[in-house]
Every structure is written in structure tokens, then in C-alpha cells.
């Protein structure tokens, strides 16, 4: 009898304790879910944004070391060095870029970069492969500047294309799967093109391919600089911000709920 009545008191305990995490994961599954049927705009657009970024990332940082000395045949310290000038190029004006975005606009920053990676991703890299120093090092300070115009708008465009319950998990898989398919296989995929092909102008063409697609999502991104995150409450740094706010919600509600009034009124005195 004992045993029996520790059996019944330990089955609810069991059962109160998988209780909480299988709530958590139906809400998982759920949260999952709407990420992809309410918000697929949004993940497809961060997708675009990020695939620009890091095959730009990618492109020179991985591959174009290798690109100047195995397929150009240049000196294996030259192309390491030009590369580390390019990223110095891309550390110096990133925090100019990120502050112009907030001034400017996230959407025309990405929208500029991406025509200028169309427009000047081949004249690059024929400067890179025209051989010396000076010539491939404007290809290069090209390149830079037009990665720093996604590395310094990126980190405050992206977690803002999905509202705040939802941001770590949507923001996570659309950065991670777009990183996974396109940014970490570009070096891969662009050296098996040049290889198969004998075209040393692949890499251009790639970049150009990255820009097409990361000017289509920037021209369907919604502006977010000097706006409220989607899901976040208002943000005030007095007190007197604070009661003007708290203000003008108690206005905006009483003149909603008269709008109300005034309609149910007036459907009342027509029947």
C-alpha cells in the first residue's frame, strides 16, 4: 500500500515537471512556424542582405588570397599583404558608414552599395589582375569599400526586419542558413568556376550576382533607422518624455474611443 500511494505521488510530479517543457516546445514549434508563414518576406530579405555581405566578406578575405597567387601567379606576401590593406580599409570608416545609415537610411547605404558592386566588381578585379603593386591595390581599396557598405549597416538592419518576440530565432536561421548556402561556400564554388572555366573574371561575375540580389531585397527592405523596433515599447530618456508620451497614448485612445462612440450612435439612430 505504500509503494502504491508513493507511485501516485510521484506521477504528478513527473508529469508537472514535462509539463513546462513540452509547453516550451509546442511554443517552439509554433514560433517556428509563423517565422516562416508571417514573416517569409522578412527572412527572404535578410537572406538577400546577408548573402550580399559575406560573399563580399568571403570573396576577399578567403578567396582572393588565393585567387592572386594561384590563378594570377602573383607573390604569396604581396597578395597577403594587399589583403590585409583592404581589411584596415574596411576597420577605419565602418563606425562613419554605420552613423551615415543612421542619418541617412539603412535602405539607401545597402541599395548604393549593391548598384556599386554591379558597376564596379569587374573594373576591380581587372585592376587585380593587371600584376604589380599599385594597380591591384585600387582593385582591392574598391573591393574594401564596398564591403565596409554592408559590414557597417548590418549588425542594425538586420535584427530589426523581425519584431521582438520573434528576433533571435527568425534573425538566427535566415543569417545562419544564408551564410551556410552562399557566404561559405563562395571561395568553393568561385575557384571550381575558374578552374572548369579558365575565366579569371569569375570572381567579378559572382560579386556582380551578389549585388543583383542584394539590390532586389534592399529595394523591398522597409527603412528602420530612427524608428522603434517592431514589438518594442517606446523608448524615452526623461521623465518629461515619458508623461508626454503617456499623454498623447490618452489622447489618441479618447479620440478612438469617441470615433466609436459616434458610429455605434449613428447606427443606432438609423434603425
Known amino acids: 500500500m505504500d509503494s502504491s500511494a508513493a507511485g501516485s505521488t510521484s ?24 517565422i516562416f508563414t508571417r514573416h ?3 527572412v ?13 566578406n568571403y570573396m576577399v578575405t578567403s578567396y582572393l588570397p588565393t585567387f592572386m597567387t594561384e590563378t594570377l601567379g602573383q607573390n604569396a606576401l604581396t597578395a ?14 565602418i563606425t562613419t558608414v554605420g552613423r551615415t545609415s543612421d542619418r541617412w537610411g539603412r535602405r539607401p547605404v545597402f541599395m548604393a552599395g549593391s548598384a556599386a558592386m554591379i558597376v564596379l566588381a569587374a573594373p576591380a578585379v581587372l585592376l587585380i589582375r593587371a600584376g604589380g603593386i599599385l594597380l591591384p591595390a585600387f582593385g582591392c581599396l574598391i573591393l574594401g569599400l564596398l564591403l565596409v557598405c554592408f559590414a557597417g549597416t548590418s549588425a542594425s538592419t538586420l535584427p530589426a526586419l523581425f519584431p521582438t518576440r520573434l528576433r533571435y530565432g527568425a534573425l538566427s536561421i535566415s543569417f545562419n542558413i544564408s551564410v551556410s548556402l552562399f557566404g561559405g561556400t563562395t571561395p568553393l564554388i568561385a575557384s571550381g568556376l575558374v578552374q572548369a572555366t579558365g575565366d579569371d ?3 567579378a561575375y559572382y560579386l556582380m550576382v551578389a549585388g543583383v540580389i542584394g539590390l532586389i531585397a534592399a529595394f523591398f527592405l522597409h527603412e528602420t533607422a530612427g ?11 526623461s521623465e518629461g518624455e515619458a508623461q508626454e508620451l503617456v499623454a498623447k497614448s490618452r489622447t489618441e485612445a ?7 462612440w459616434i458610429r455605434l450612435r449613428h447606427h443606432w439612430t438609423r434603425h
Open 227 to 237: 524608428r522603434p523596433l517592431r514589438g518594442s515599447g517606446p523608448m524615452v530618456e
Open 80 to 93: 597577403q599583404l594587399l589583403v590585409l590593406g583592404t581589411m584596415i580599409v574596411v576597420v577605419l570608416p
Open 40 to 42: 517569409w518576406e522578412a
Open 11 to 34: 506521477a504528478p510530479s513527473s508529469a508537472t515537471r514535462s509539463a513546462p517543457v513540452e509547453e516550451a516546445r509546442q511554443s517552439g514549434k509554433g514560433r517556428l512556424k509563423e
Open 201 to 203: 573574371m569569375i570572381p
Open 254 to 260: 479618447g479620440r478612438r474611443a469617441r470615433d466609436i
Open 44 to 56: 527572404l530579405i535578410c537572406m538577400g542582405l546577408v548573402l550580399l555581405y559575406n560573399v563580399t
